[in-house]
Nanobody, 125 residues
Framework: QVQLLESGGGLVQAGESLRLSCAAS????????MGWFRQAPGKEREFVGR????????SYADSVKGRFYISRDNTKNSLYLQMYNLKPEDTAVYYC??????????????????WGQGTQVTVSS
C-alpha cells in the first residue's frame, strides 16, 4: 500500500504561481512513475503531467506545456508540480497518483494504482 498526500493548493490571481507537493509513504519501492491529474467541476479527470521514477523522463499535456514543470526528490519520495502563469482555466482539484506497472505511457488514470485525495487550485481573473 502507498499513501499519497498533496499540499500547496490555494487561491491565486491569474499570472501568479503555485507549487504543489505530493508526499508518498508506505510501500513506495515499486513505484515506476508518478503523475498529476486534475478535475474541474462537470468535467472528466484529465492528465496534466507525469515523470518516470527511474530515468526522470517527463511528459505534459499540451494545455500546460511550457507553464508547468514536474520534478521529484527520490530521497524524500516526493513529487512536485511547479505551476507558472496560472490561468482561470487551470482551476480544478489536482490529484497526485503513483503507478506500479513495469512500463506504460502513464497518460491515463487506469495506469495508476494509488491516488491522493486532491488539493484545490483556484485561479481568479
Amino acid at each position: 500500500q502507498v499513501q499519497l498526500l498533496e499540499s500547496g493548493g490555494g487561491l491565486v490571481q491569474a499570472g501568479e504561481s503555485l507549487r504543489l507537493s505530493c508526499a508518498a509513504s508506505g510501500r513506495t519501492s515499486s513505484n515506476t512513475a508518478m503523475g498529476w491529474f486534475r478535475q474541474a467541476p462537470g468535467k472528466e479527470r484529465e492528465f496534466v503531467g507525469r515523470i518516470s521514477w527511474s530515468a526522470g523522463g517527463t511528459s505534459y499535456a499540451d494545455s500546460v506545456k511550457g507553464r508547468f514543470y514536474i520534478s521529484r526528490d527520490n530521497t524524500k519520495n516526493s513529487l512536485y508540480l511547479q505551476m507558472y502563469n496560472l490561468k482561470p482555466e487551470d482551476t480544478a482539484v489536482y490529484y497526485c497518483a503513483a503507478s506500479r506497472i513495469p512500463w506504460g505511457s502513464w497518460l491515463h488514470p487506469n495506469e495508476y494504482d494509488y491516488w491522493g485525495q486532491g488539493t484545490q487550485v483556484t485561479v481568479s481573473s
